[in-house]
């Protein structure tokens, strides 16, 4: 007899709501929206519960304010936390959301030993090493979602700087999900030609920099939160890649152990993404600059992470 497939989504807010949307048209299983303000999981279900034989789609919904409610999750998606608001740095997030991390990750651990977990709250970096920390899950089957966002990011100002479809862009942001991040333009293709046929290095340069800010962006044009769509497609494209096996190469936040000259740290890198979890971390070559910015970026992450361990000692 098959089983259903079953996706708990902790957090139930902005970015949680539009995944539960996302993961009912793909029908990639069962949803169960968590979150601890009460009411909020459980109308956000109703509400697409009601949309089911519009869509359609044979995902069951339902919402909780209960973690009993992971049981048996073949996938847990973490939002959990809270947002920033203009002027803010993702930093600036890191105790709160690293208490309810703590709080979710055992929660985790006690309901859902078997799942893989991908974790969106941010400080990213910081919270997807908690995590794994706190769960003691294997680290394949513990990854953050940030550099599919940053890169399709990258690629989305590229492919409209050029005029040219979004679907023809790849791109590749790696380093830490901060303004550090590092958009790796020699790797960056438009329809399989290398964009500096097509964009000059100035142009590149202040892509690069507008895409290690565009969260903020967005933060300060909506005023009252974070950037909720592209994460939530973002977070879904990876949850798609585990549960059908689709071995994706794209960029996650993974717990290196070696590569790139770093151990016992998440990164942003590049990896293959299938039924295993994370499955390979690729160590693409990088030239001097690249590993230069590469390494600015992971000191800020080794900040992050230090912080964490310090917690994690109390
Ligand atoms: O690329 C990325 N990784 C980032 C991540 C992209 C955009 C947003 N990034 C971060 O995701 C953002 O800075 C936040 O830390 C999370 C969630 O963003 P979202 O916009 O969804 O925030 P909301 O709308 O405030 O939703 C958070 C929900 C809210 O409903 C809270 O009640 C709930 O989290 N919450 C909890 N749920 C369960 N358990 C606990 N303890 C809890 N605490 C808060």
């Known amino acids: 007899m098959a ?15 539009t995944m539960a949307l996302l993961a009912a048209q793909k029908q990639l299983g069962d949803v169960v929206l968590i979150d601890v303000s009460e009411g909020v999981p459980q109308g956000k279900a109703l509400d697409l519960l009601h949309g089911g034989p519009i869509i359609p789609t044979s995902s069951a919904l339902s919402g909780s304010n209960d973690y009993a409610d992971l049981k048996d999750s073949d996938v847990v998606i973490v939002t959990a936390g809270l947002p ?86 790849q791109a590749l942001v790696m380093g830490g999900h901060g303004d550090t991040m590092v958009p790796l333009i020699r790797y960056c293709s438009v329809g399989g ?20 800010n565009a969260g903020g962006e967005v933060v300060a044009l909506l005023k009252t939160g974070s950037a909720f769509y592209s994460p939530a497609l973002s977070a879904i494209h990876m949850a798609e890649a585990y549960l059908k096996d689709k071995k994706r190469v794209i960029t996650a936040a993974a717990m290196l152990n070696g590569e790139f000259g770093y151990k ?12 295993n979890g994370l499955e390979k971390v690729i160590e693409v070559e990088l030239d001097a600059g690249e590993k230069k910015a590469f390494d600015a970026s992971m000191e800020a992450v080794k900040s992050l992470v230090a912080y964490i361990d310090k917690k994690l000692a109390e």
């Open 3 to 17: 089983r259903r497939t079953k996706i708990s989504l902790v957090g139930a807010g902005q970015i949680g709501g």
């Open 84 to 169: 920033r608001k203009p002027g803010m740095s993702r930093d600036d997030l890191l105790d709160v959301n690293f208490g309810i991390i703590k709080t979710v990750g055992e929660a985790i651990k006690k309901n859902a030993p078997n799942a893989f977990v991908l974790v969106v709250t941010n400080p990213l970096d910081a919270m997807v090493y908690a995590m794994q920390k706190v769960t003691g899950f294997p680290t394949h089957r513990v990854v953050g979602m940030a550099g599919v966002l940053d890169s399709g990011r990258f690629a989305a100002l590229v492919a409209e700087a050029i005029g040219v479809s979004a679907e023809d862009v």
């Open 193 to 212: 030609i290398p964009v500096t046929h097509f964009l000059s290095q100035d142009k590149l340069d202040a892509i690069s920099k507008r895409t290690a």
């Open 264 to 275: 016992g740290v998440y990164a942003g890198v590049p990896v293959i993404l299938g039924g």
